[in-house]
């Protein structure tokens, strides 16, 4: 049995609203979810609040909670990139309240994957991060993801070549997509020569820092997770840097594990996740 528990707690002097899911006999393990924009705390089809639930019958404690101006915490909205003091207030009350809790593990979707990856710094009770489809966009990034993934698969599609043959596609306009996405591609240039942005640097530095355990789980049919291939491919020092990092794919999901088999797929990564982490510190 869990204790569903309702917590606020500061962050910056505004009040953020949680959501704790406590066994009866929690491990020393827990896990904190940071959501990213526009969801609030239960995540997109209530895939957070599930997960949470999932953890706690295996004796997880589990918290997700609203950041500065989303769902029902207070202040004005904060951007991905500023959101470290909250995620910070998040792991001090979970920790605290819990008291069998000694170290946290931290999930994040999309921009809360890079914040929590930003931000986690020597924080010594946060001993893993489980990264869905983390958020790299760049100038360019989506339209080459674009070029490269989405319109060749579009054209390996026999759906797609029914559609056009029955006229349900607008082959003009979507030749005219094809061609600005292409040159808007090129115009950029490469990723690998792009100055890269203060979040990307940051990422970067959070990657090679981080001694915890850390998993990046991406989507098949995603552009946000084909960016982060992107980056991957055309970079050689996040290549380098992510050489021994574990990633999983699940090939035909969507951004958000929108179906119930890939969220179950998602919760079976996460239980795995924390079962690694707490026979390696015990």
């Known amino acids: 049995m869990s204790q569903r528990q309702a917590v606020v707690f500061e962050s910056r002097g505004v009040p953020l609203v949680g959501v704790m899911e406590v066994p009866s006999a929690p491990r020393a393990t827990a896990l904190l979810v940071v959501t990213g924009g526009p969801q609030y705390r239960v995540g997109s089809h209530r895939q957070f609040a599930l997960l949470c639930r999932a ?3 295996r ?14 915490s207070g202040g004005a909205r904060a951007s991905f990139e500023d959101i470290g003091p909250d995620i910070q207030a998040a792991v001090n009350k979970l920790c605290t309240t819990v008291a069998p809790v ?10 809360a994957a890079s914040a929590a990856l930003m931000s986690v710094g020597n924080d010594a009770r946060v001993a893993g991060l489980l990264l869905l489809n983390p958020w790299v966009r760049t100038k360019g990034s989506l339209e080459r993801a674009r070029v490269d993934d989405y319109y060749p ?9 029914k559609r056009l043959l029955s006229g349900k596609v607008n082959i003009i306009k979507s030749i005219g997509s094809f061609f600005q996405q292409l040159a808007t591609a090129r115009q950029s240039g490469p990723a690998a020569v792009q100055p890269q942005p203060d979040f990307l640097r940051q990422m970067l530095n959070g990657v090679r820092e981080f001694s915890g ?19 991957l491919d055309s970079s050689s020092e996040w ?36 079962d690694r982490i707490d026979s390696s510190n015990e």
């Open 55 to 57: 953890l706690a019958a």
């Open 59 to 72: 004796d997880f404690a589990a918290m997700t909670f609203d950041f500065r101006g989303s769902g029902d």
């Open 102 to 111: 000694r170290r946290v593990a931290i999930l994040g979707l999309c921009d």
């Open 153 to 161: 698969d579009k054209l390996a599609s026999g759906m797609f070549w």
């Open 213 to 231: 355990e850390l998993q990046v789980v991406l989507s098949g049919q995603d552009m946000t997770a084909q960016e982060f291939r992107g980056l």
């Open 239 to 274: 290549r380098e840097a992510t050489k021994n990092v574990r990633q999983h794919e699940i090939p035909a999901a969507n951004h958000t594990f929108a179906s119930a088999q890939w969220r179950d797929e998602v919760s079976c990564l996460c239980v795995a996740f924390l």
